[in-house]
């Protein structure tokens, strides 16, 4: 992607780092492990908004949505370049990025070249992992859910080696840990709120 990184000399405005303390405390997890996770992510959030860069060292927030089709009936992976296994899109925020959500839909629509995409603001998931950045750090990663438009035509970007559509029930392989874990919440939050799903 062609716009500047956080960590790449500038901090994302104190706003973003509000928006992830709030949202997540008003969040009712979806799982133990999102509880738990969930926890640890507002923990590592009271160090202030240095924890939405990636320069942070003992972890970062980031942001990801797993984007479901028109119907409901199948989910948008990507085949990443880096560590060759299909997960859903999502990646690092930025300075300029307002909500987490934002985020997330930011990233979702830059790597699957789909315009018009609808993110419910109402996380699906928290996840804490082991990532390369700074030379290991972990990315604390909320989830949000997408729509699609219909006859929505994807785009590969830099950061993909390959998009594919998949049905909810058939995922391919290899597959990232975790990406399994967002398909009920998703499915859930398109019944929740359909309509009420917005940018």
Known sequence: MSTPRVGQGSLPDTRLHADAVSVL????PTS???AEARDRTLDLLSA???TMNRAHRVGHVTASALVLDATGERVLLCLHGKFHQWVQLGGHCEPGDPTLAAAALREAT??????????????????????????GSFHHDVRFAALAPS?????????????????????PEP??????QLIAPALAALRRAPLRLAP
């Open 25 to 28: 405390r008003r969040w009712t």
């Open 32 to 34: 133990a492990a999102a």
């Open 48 to 50: 202030g908004p240095v």
């Open 110 to 135: 830059e790597e699957s070249g789909v315009a018009g995409l609808r993110i419910d603001p109402v996380p699906i998931d928290v996840d804490i992992h082991p990532v390369g950045c700074q030379g």
């Open 151 to 171: 006859g929505a035509a994807v785009r590969v970007s830099e950061e993909s080696e390959e998009l594919g559509w998949f049905p909810s029930d058939r995922l």
């Open 175 to 180: 597959l990232a840990g975790g990406t399994t």
